[in-house]
């Protein structure tokens, strides 16, 4: 049996962290999310309040456009410091995936895993997506939001991980190109969509 490390990415309201969670019980590997961050932040000393300012900030279009840009005395320039965290936090998250992936089949969500492993052998990247009609019903229970306010929420967050994802890519987020399948889990749910993303993944080897 060939090893299975898995990647999934996902929009905002469409179960993908659920789906992932699953995905990895039905393989019988380990999940990594948001532990990662704070894996992250012991791993270089650096508080995990800071690093999650600056995972804030490292998500923002604007910050990127504003750091990659040249002061023109109009502004206010981002700070240095804002800028070499954000990297810091990312390298460190980076070389964090990858000795997970070196030692254990697991399912990474976000983070750029799918561009980081992509020559690690058994890895098999994911995209799940939804109509946003269906994520905007997620978002308004989950949250307990008004219609506008989950529409609000939902584009800035798949704003922050598109911009997050293109800008230490260099590729662009939910572009099928970019992954090896991509799923609309309304049409089956959670549960079968878990299913069946476990077979694509064992079919693979």
Same mark, same amino acid.
């Given at each position: 049996?060939?090893r $299975?490390i898995? !990647?999934v990415?996902r929009?905002?309201?469409?179960?993908?962290g659920? /789906? *992932?969670?699953? @995905? %990895?019980e039905? +393989?019988?590997?380990?999940?990594?999310?948001?532990e +990662? +961050?704070?894996?992250a932040?012991?791993?270089?000393? /650096?508080?995990?309040?800071?690093f999650a300012r *600056?995972?804030?900030r490292?998500?923002?279009?604007f910050l990127y456009s @504003?750091a990659?840009?040249?002061?023109?005395? $109009?502004i206010?320039?981002?700070g240095?410091? =804002?800028?070499?965290?954000?990297?810091?936090?990312? /390298? &460190?998250q980076?070389?964090?995936?990858? #000795?997970?992936?070196?030692?254990?089949?697991?399912?990474i &969500?976000?983070?750029? *895993?799918d561009?980081?492993?992509?020559?690690?052998?058994g890895l098999t990247?994911?995209?799940?997506?939804?109509?946003?009609d269906?994520?905007?019903? &997620?978002?308004?229970?989950?949250?307990q939001?008004?219609?506008?306010?989950?529409? !609000?929420l939902?584009?800035?967050?798949?704003?922050?991980?598109?911009?997050?994802?293109?800008?230490y !890519?260099?590729?662009?987020?939910?572009?099928?190109?970019n992954?090896?399948?991509t799923?609309? %889990?309304a049409?089956?749910?959670?549960? #079968? !969509?878990? *299913?069946?993303?476990k =077979?694509?993944? +064992?079919a693979?080897?």
């Amino acid at each position: 049996m060939g090893r $299975h490390i898995v !990647t999934v990415a996902r929009q905002f309201g469409c179960g993908g962290g659920e /789906i *992932a969670k699953k @995905l %990895a019980e039905q +393989l019988s590997v380990e999940y990594f999310d948001k532990e +990662l +961050l704070e894996k992250a932040a012991e791993a270089s000393g /650096i508080s995990r309040d800071a690093f999650a300012r *600056a995972d804030e900030r490292a998500a923002s279009s604007f910050l990127y456009s @504003l750091a990659m840009s040249s002061y023109n005395g $109009h502004i206010s320039p981002v700070g240095v410091n =804002d800028v070499m965290l954000s990297d810091k936090l990312f /390298i &460190v998250q980076s070389d964090i995936i990858r #000795k997970l992936a070196s030692e254990k089949d697991c399912v990474i &969500v976000g983070r750029c *895993a799918d561009d980081l492993l992509s020559s690690y052998e058994g890895l098999t990247r994911i995209f799940i997506h939804a109509p946003l009609d269906y994520r905007l019903k &997620v978002v308004m229970e989950r949250h307990q939001l008004s219609e506008s306010s989950a529409r !609000t929420l939902i584009r800035k967050t798949d704003k922050k991980r598109a911009s997050y994802y293109n800008f230490y !890519t260099s590729k662009d987020w939910g572009s099928s190109q970019n992954y090896d399948i991509t799923i609309n %889990a309304a049409v089956l749910g959670v549960d #079968k !969509t878990a *299913a069946l993303l476990k =077979d694509f993944v +064992l079919a693979r080897g």
